[in-house]
């Protein structure tokens, strides 16, 4: 089992920057990649970013550019450094562990990140 909690979330103005963090714990030796998802009102839930085990990082196009993902030598906590912001980016953002040897993919609890124009 994996356990997520994603902080760092909150109302900045468009322009501005947030820097979201997702700390894991549990069996994190299977975890083989994690990333960030989000969902805004009446959409789908997407994919931000993700960073695989090896370092190997995969954006949206929508945020590329503009956001990094990292994370520290031990897998745990996971970072989202979102600049530049748009209204757009508006959503509730969901940190998600994923691994050949975990049962299914686990998620967060999210965390609301609001951009006023």
């Known amino acids: 089992q994996v356990q997520l909690v994603e902080s760092g979330g909150g109302l900045v103005q468009a322009g501005g920057s947030l820097r979201l963090s997702c700390a894991a714990s549990?069996?994190?030796?299977?975890?083989?990649?994690m990333g960030w998802y989000r969902q805004a009102p009446g959409k789908q839930r997407e994919m931000v970013a993700s960073i695989s085990s090896r370092g190997t990082t995969n954006y949206a196009d929508s945020v590329k550019g503009r956001f990094i993902i990292s994370r520290d030598a031990h897998q745990t906590p996971v970072y989202l450094q979102m600049n530049s912001l748009k209204p757009e980016d508006t959503a509730v953002y969901y940190c998600k562990a994923g691994g050949a040897l975990l049962p299914y993919d686990f998620w967060g609890q999210g965390t609301q990140v609001t951009v006023s124009s």
């Open positions: 549990g069996t994190i030796s299977r975890i083989n990649v």
